[in-house]
């Protein structure tokens, strides 16, 4: 009762700061956008109201952008079932009582700590060589390699950090439930699917949500590793929105515009997939 009555009073002043530096680094910018997608403008303080002609531009003006969100819908549906199909696999074995798992765990982690940039180029020597030694071409001689291509780099730097996630729902799974799953004579693949993956699913759904908000919002491995060639074939999202911003003359309200609808996207699809995988951790 006395803590409740102390919680009550200083939580205002503790949460302050935070509350202030979240208001002042996303609310306020987040809401600046918003404004100024609506307007024509190369520095913030000449921007004049446009209405909606920068969202009709960038929709029926832009057939890259079209093509950049189709893009990115592509390669996030492929990267999201291809991490955590052998991130999980990854988890069961090295959950199991086997020597240097450790050593394998860290090893299969470490390609997380890279930065995007440096693992695109890296993968970009790595593919080259390998495209030109077998077919004498390169990633930007056609766009199936450059789409692969991301996915392979996304799924190497990623794998290893669901995998963790997962190993930390294996290993939470009552040692009761699969003894008495294994008393009763369950093979592998019914075992695996009616009692560890139900199990598991508060796990599934964190690391199908990171994986799916990372691959929506790529830039850095998608910048690095082709920059959208050939001819801004795969270009993703956030790289055709930079290139709108910057490159683009007199184009910074429709970047800002394609921004918006990045957003409204980005976290749409993340709002349906949470609802989706939390109804399956009910039901299991």
């Given at each position: 009762?006395?803590?409740?009555?102390?919680?009550?009073?200083?939580?205002?002043?503790?949460?302050?700061?935070?509350?202030?530096?979240?208001?002042?680094?996303?609310?306020?910018?987040?809401?600046?956008?918003?404004?100024?997608s609506f307007?024509?403008?190369?520095?913030?303080?000449?921007?004049?109201?446009?209405?909606?002609?920068?969202y009709v531009?960038?929709?029926?003006?832009?057939?890259d952008f079209?093509?950049?969100?189709?893009?990115?819908?592509?390669?996030?549906?492929?990267?999201?079932?291809?991490?955590?199909?052998?991130?999980?696999?990854?988890?069961?074995?090295?959950?199991?009582?086997?020597?240097?798992?450790?050593?394998?765990?860290?090893?299969?982690?470490?390609?997380?700590?890279?930065?995007?940039?440096?693992?695109?180029?890296?993968?970009?020597?790595?593919?080259?060589?390998?495209?030109?030694?077998?077919?004498?071409?390169?990633?930007?001689?056609?766009?199936?390699?450059?789409?692969?291509?991301?996915?392979?780099?996304?799924?190497?730097?990623?794998?290893?950090?669901?995998?963790?996630?997962?190993?930390?729902?294996?290993?939470?799974?009552?040692?009761?439930?699969?003894?008495?799953?294994?008393?009763?004579?369950?093979?592998?693949?019914?075992?695996?699917?009616?009692?560890?993956?139900?199990?598991?699913?508060?796990?599934?759904?964190?690391?199908?949500?990171?994986?799916?908000?990372?691959?929506?919002?790529?830039?850095?491995?998608?910048?690095?590793?082709?920059?959208?060639?050939?001819?801004?074939?795969?270009?993703?999202?956030?790289?055709?929105?930079?290139?709108?911003?910057?490159?683009?003359?007199?184009?910074?309200?429709?970047?800002?515009?394609?921004?918006?609808?990045?957003?409204?996207?980005?976290?749409?699809?993340?709002?349906?997939?949470?609802?989706?995988?939390?109804?399956?951790?009910?039901?299991?």
């Amino acid at each position: 009762m006395q803590v409740s009555k102390y919680l009550k009073k200083w939580f205002p002043l503790f949460a302050l700061p935070t509350t202030l530096a979240f208001v002042l680094a996303f609310v306020v910018p987040f809401f600046m956008g918003l404004y100024l997608s609506f307007t024509k403008f190369q520095v913030i303080t000449d921007a004049q109201w446009v209405g909606v002609s920068n969202y009709v531009r960038a929709f029926t003006q832009d057939n890259d952008f079209l093509h950049a969100l189709w893009f990115s819908l592509r390669f996030t549906v492929a990267s999201v079932v291809f991490v955590n199909v052998f991130a999980f696999a990854l988890a069961l074995l090295l959950t199991r009582a086997l020597k240097g798992t450790n050593i394998f765990r860290a090893i299969f982690f470490l390609p997380n700590l890279i930065g995007g940039i440096v693992l695109g180029y890296i993968w970009n020597l790595l593919l080259n060589a390998l495209l030109g030694a077998l077919f004498q071409h390169d990633l930007t001689y056609d766009s199936a390699y450059g789409f692969w291509g991301l996915v392979i780099v996304v799924n190497w730097q990623m794998i290893g950090y669901m995998m963790v996630i997962y190993i930390a729902g294996v290993q939470n799974i009552s040692a009761d439930v699969m003894e008495a799953a294994d008393i009763d004579g369950a093979p592998f693949w019914p075992k695996l699917f009616q009692v560890t993956i139900p199990m598991v699913a508060s796990s599934i759904t964190i690391c199908v949500f990171l994986t799916m908000a990372n691959c929506l919002k790529m830039f850095d491995q998608n910048l690095a590793l082709t920059a959208g060639a050939p001819q801004n074939m795969t270009e993703g999202l956030a790289l055709n929105i930079f290139r709108t911003f910057y490159f683009l003359r007199n184009q910074q309200g429709v970047g800002q515009a394609k921004a918006v609808v990045f957003f409204v996207f980005v976290a749409g699809i993340a709002y349906i997939q949470l609802r989706a995988t939390r109804e399956k951790e009910v039901e299991a």
